[in-house]
């Protein structure tokens, strides 16, 4: 079974620069996450939809981020404009809403704004 | 707000040398603790889930158990493939979200 589908793999950017990441959950799951990791703050919540509805964006950093889920196979997560800052990995995961909420990451989406 | 600690935050081990890495949680409500391990250049990879105090799990020469304010995850007799970082995870019962701890990164030398 494919796992959660992460696009690009690398990306490097100039700031100021728009950026999207994009991602396929698992199919059949119903919760979608976006996480950020970097050595300092560790992974980071930055939101989760469940049916494709928004549910905690609290960790989205600024309105410079956001994030779509049109239906339930893929979400957006955009920055812009794009500051050297937020060069890290971006995870999506996926969960479905029973069997023992486990949630499945994707293989990051690496970020670099120069 | 959930809390996870882990330690310690790097641990070197020779093969064959059992050791435990430690978990400690702050969370309203425990709905799940998860354990994950993280290979470099990785997306976090699920080990386990544990529900409730007294639960343990194993899996190969990893074996994570829980109590009501930490879990440890053990591992016996380590061989240089479990290198890898282990994050620790909770779910609070009124979220479906995890909250990770730092993690600890180990390292199984030959």
């Known amino acids: 079974d494919a796992g959660v589908i992460q696009s690009p793999r690398h990306e490097v950017t100039e700031m100021g620069q728009e950026v999207t990441l994009r991602c396929k959950p698992i199919s059949g799951h119903n919760s979608l996450f976006w996480y950020r990791q970097t050595m300092m703050r560790g992974l980071e919540l930055l939101i989760y939809?469940?049916?494709?509805?928004?549910?905690?964006d609290s960790g989205m950093p600024e309105d410079r981020f956001s994030a779509k889920m049109p239906n339930a196979s893929f979400s957006t997560l955009k920055i812009q404009p794009s500051e050297p800052r937020d060069s890290a990995v971006y995870f999506c995961?996926?969960?479905?809403?029973?069997?023992?909420?486990?949630?499945?990451f994707g293989e990051g989406s690496w970020l670099t704004v120069v | 707000e959930d809390q996870v600690t882990q330690s310690p935050e790097a641990l070197r081990l020779q093969e064959g040398e059992s050791s435990s890495l430690n978990c400690s949680y702050t969370?309203?409500?425990?709905?799940?603790l998860f354990w994950y391990r993280q290979d470099p250049g990785k997306g976090p990879e699920f080990l386990f889930t544990?529900?409730?105090a007294g639960e343990e799990k194993e899996k190969e020469r990893l074996k994570a158990t829980l109590t009501k304010k930490e879990s440890f995850l053990h591992i016996t007799a380590p061989k240089p493939e479990d290198s890898a970082t282990y994050l620790c995870a909770v779910q609070d019962t009124g979220r479906r979200a995890l909250t990770f701890g730092s993690g600890t990164r180990l390292q199984v030398q030959p």
């Open positions: 544990l529900y409730s």
């Open positions: 969370v309203s409500g425990l709905r799940g």
């Open positions: 995961a996926s969960s479905p809403l029973s069997s023992g909420n486990t949630i499945y």
């Open positions: 939809f469940n049916n494709n509805v928004p549910i905690d």
